[in-house]
């Protein structure tokens, strides 16, 4: 076949030449039957309204990362009450600012590297507790509902940001 003429792509309008088999760009078989491509179409239907809901999932992950800051500011205002020594109170400040501040740089930074700002997000959460539990055992059962939506919320975000990576990469989604 000697036509140079280029056709578009009936599933993404990628520009493609008569004697291609498969889309460079989606991947969708051009010379298959009817039926082959009424079912590439399909699953890819599915997978886009899987993207959709992964995204939103992702979304409530990140936005956690705000309502960790927010937990931590309020309670660290409850907490600052309480506290009679003067140094203690400085290292009280200064770790407020950087807890507060590293989770709302994640959050900003969420917009852009979903995985990593939700991985290192919860890590950090996990540190935090962790060291709490060790200065103060009884500070686990605190706010232990929070705590466990908390950590599921972005346990589920990492998992859908991983699934939502694999999806655009199978239909070659930037
Ligand atoms: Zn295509």
Redesign the pocket.
Known sequence: MENQQLQL?A????Q?QLEDSF?D????PFQGTKEQQDAYIANRTVKEIDLVDLNKKVKTACNSLYWIAGIIFISSILAFFTIEDENEIVIFLVTTVILVGAFLALAVWSKTKPATALISGLSLYIIIQVLNMIAEPSSIARGIIFKVLIIGYLIKGIMAVLEVEKIKKELNIK
């Open positions: 792509c599933c993404c309008t990628h493609y889309c760009s989606c991947g969708y």
